[in-house]
């Protein structure tokens, strides 16, 4: 399963599908009509949430939550933002591999979700090396992968 919010983090979960080849990939974003960018695959929308919207978050955790329970992916891979963190934070429950890409745009920190992210989830990378240190990886950036295609 691959989860994203609107904009930059959706951006970026779509340049790492070339990694996702050969595999049967949910994809969950907030957005409806993000579905025509990825019409071979099962998609599903949640209401976006944030820190401003707290209400949203509880709706999408619920919403995930009952996603995964159907689904049963095998992984949960998310780009960001909150509504990612979430479905992490849902697979962890469910005793799913969690896989967090912290955003190309953290040059100098990881985002206040990838911090989050490194707590529980199986994976965190970081697109930028200087960022990389003790659980948190670096692997690349979509930027190259885009430049690569």
């Known amino acids: ?3 994203a919010s609107i904009g930059g983090h959706w951006i970026q979960l779509l340049r790492l599908r070339p990694v996702f080849e050969g ?3 949910v994809f ?3 957005k409806a009509s993000f579905a025509s960018m990825v019409s071979n695959c099962k998609f599903y929308t949640i209401p976006d949430g944030s820190r401003k919207n707290p209400i949203n978050l509880l709706l999408s955790f619920k919403v995930l939550f ?3 329970r159907q689904e049963k992916p095998e992984a949960i891979l998310s780009t960001g933002a909150a509504p990612g963190l979430l479905a992490l934070l849902c697979g962890k429950i469910l005793g799913k591999k969690t896989i ?3 955003s190309v745009a ?4 990881l985002s206040m ?3 989050l992210a490194s707590k529980f989830a199986t994976h965190v990378y970081t697109q930028w090396p200087d960022l990389a240190q003790g659980t948190i990886k670096y692997a690349g950036s979509v930027l190259a992968k885009e430049q690569k295609q």
């Open 1 to 3: 399963m691959a989860v």
């Open 23 to 25: 595999q049967d990939v």
């Open 28 to 30: 969950v974003s907030t």
């Open 66 to 68: 009952k996603i995964l």
């Open 100 to 102: 967090w890409v912290d």
């Open 106 to 109: 953290n040059v100098e920190k």
């Open 113 to 115: 979700s990838g911090i």
